[in-house]
C-alpha cells in the first residue's frame, strides 16, 4: 500500500498545485483553472480520484441528461465514470494503492481532465440553474478553447 507521504512525494514530482485539507486527501487545482475540484482520497486498499461538475438538472430533460450519461460511461469513458451523488453530477475513478506509481497517477488525472473538458459542454447544454463558481471556471475555459481555435 501506498502512504500518504509517498502519494504527496508523487504529487510533488508531478509540479502539482494542491491543498492537503487532511490526511489522506488532496485538492488539485489543474494548471488552467477549470478543475477547482479534483479531489484524491487515500484509502488503502484504494485510491480514488473524484470531481463535481454540476448540479444535476431539473427540468423536463432531466432523463434525456441521465439517457446521456450513461452513454458517456458506455461509449468514451476508457476509466472512470460519472454518477450522481446528492443532486450533483460527479465523475470519479478507483485504482488500487498496492503497486500505484507515478506515471498511474498522473494517468488518471489527465484522463478525468480529459474527460471533462470533453465532455462538459455537452452536460453543460442541460443546465438549469446558474452555473456555480466551479462551472463558470469551466464555461470560461471553454471560451478559451474555442476563441484559441481548438
Same mark, same amino acid.
Given at each position: 500500500m501506498r502512504s500518504n507521504e509517498e502519494i *504527496?512525494? #508523487? +504529487?510533488?514530482?508531478l509540479g502539482a498545485d494542491y491543498q492537503a485539507p487532511q490526511e489522506g486527501m488532496w485538492i488539485i487545482h489543474d494548471e488552467y483553472e477549470h478543475l477547482e =475540484?479534483? %479531489?484524491?482520497? =487515500? $484509502?488503502?486498499? %484504494?485510491? /480514488?480520484?473524484r470531481c463535481k461538475l454540476m448540479a444535476v438538472p431539473t427540468s423536463a430533460r432531466r432523463? *434525456? #441528461?441521465? *439517457? /446521456? +450519461? !450513461?452513454?458517456? =460511461?458506455? /461509449? *468514451?469513458?476508457v476509466a472512470g465514470a460519472y454518477g450522481i451523488e446528492d443532486e450533483h453530477v460527479v465523475i470519479t475513478d478507483t +485504482? &488500487? @494503492?498496492? =503497486?500505484?506509481d507515478?506515471?498511474?497517477? &498522473?494517468?488518471? %488525472?489527465?484522463? !478525468? @481532465? !480529459?474527460?471533462?473538458?470533453?465532455h462538459y459542454p455537452i452536460l453543460g447544454e442541460y443546465r438549469t440553474e446558474p452555473p456555480t463558481s466551479d462551472e463558470s471556471?469551466?464555461?470560461? #475555459? $471553454?471560451e478559451r478553447l474555442n476563441s484559441s481555435g481548438n
Open positions: *504527496e512525494a #508523487f +504529487l510533488l514530482q =475540484n479534483i %479531489v484524491i482520497y =487515500n $484509502d488503502p486498499p %484504494v485510491i /480514488t480520484f432523463a *434525456e #441528461f441521465c *439517457e /446521456t +450519461l !450513461l452513454r458517456l =460511461n458506455a /461509449t *468514451e469513458m +485504482l &488500487q @494503492s498496492a =503497486n500505484l507515478l506515471n498511474e497517477l &498522473q494517468a488518471a %488525472v489527465d484522463g !478525468l @481532465s !480529459l474527460a471533462i473538458s470533453v471556471a469551466l464555461d470560461a #475555459f $471553454d
